[in-house]
């Protein structure tokens, strides 16, 4: 009984501990009426985070409580001050608007759930292949109207324009097509040795 005394009185010295060291690092102590909104918790952190190491483990565990409640206040803190300019970024701002909204489903899907991560992987991989078969069609239609390019081939490099958005039964299909057209257009001394 007699330990189970002095464990309870443990326990209340080590909830204690966090309050105090508080109410010694606040001048006015946690219940001074005047709250100042303004005040920055950050320096507070970072003195705990250079102090801790030098004490015990069991008193480092308890810091660590403390240091929680002043980044608890310092976010309170920017809450009410709306001071969100150090963790605003700029770095996409010339990024169009459709690749932002890529960028945003792209890193959301890792936190979503399996069904979820897949539609949303699906719809960006799909704007990628729209994307990719815009660009193969303006090459397709470059190489047409600058090249002397035969009819089979033509519709070769306008398949392979489109193959990105092809399922892939249609790609194998297409690599079936395309090894036709190379026997088509192979020149009768290519066969010579088959007859």
Known sequence: ???????????????????????????????????????????????????????????????????????????????????????????????????????????????????RRKLAESVVETKQNIFKTKENLETYSQTVSTQNIDKLTSMIKLANSIEPLMPDKGKVQLKKIEKIIDIMKASDDQFKPYY
């Open 1 to 115: 009984m007699e330990d189970n005394r002095n464990k309870g009185l443990q326990d209340l010295a080590i909830l204690a501990l966090p309050i105090l060291i508080f109410i010694l690092i606040e001048k006015g102590g946690i219940f001074k009426a005047d709250t100042n909104s303004t005040r920055n918790y950050q320096d507070k952190v970072k003195m705990l985070k250079e102090i801790s190491p030098y004490f015990l483990e069991q008193d480092q565990h308890i810091l660590g409580k403390v240091q929680d409640i002043f980044e608890i206040l310092n976010r309170f803190n920017r809450i009410i001050n709306s001071d969100y300019n150090d963790s605003v970024k700029a770095l996409n701002r010339d990024l169009p608007m459709l690749d932002r909204k890529e960028m945003i489903i792209y890193k959301l899907a890792n936190y979503l759930d399996d069904d």
